[in-house]
């Protein structure tokens, strides 16, 4: 099964809000991923996978496979 970004964060318990804070990026930058409407950098794919405990491959899947 895939996972996708959204999926992530509710998992983690948190608002778009909340992660942005987090993770020092917008809540927009967030919402905007989660919708496919862009798509973060390799550093910010690296900075999701440290904040969500994962490697940086589930990231990647879940932003182009899903």
């Known amino acids: 099964m895939a996972v996708d970004l959204k ?3 509710i998992k983690k318990g948190l608002s778009q809000q909340e992660m942005s ?11 905007s991923w ?3 409407q862009s798509i973060p ?3 910010n794919i690296k900075k999701l996978a ?3 405990g994962v ?12």
Not at 23 to 29: K, L, N, R, V
Not at 55 to 66: E, K, L, M, S
């Open 55 to 66: 490697n940086a491959d589930v990231i990647f899947n879940a932003i182009f496979y899903n």
């Open 50 to 52: 440290s904040f969500f």
């Open 34 to 36: 989660e919708q496919g």
């Open 21 to 31: 804070k987090q993770i020092g990026i917008s809540q927009a930058t967030i919402s």
């Open 41 to 43: 950098s390799g550093k």
């Open 7 to 9: 999926i992530l964060r």
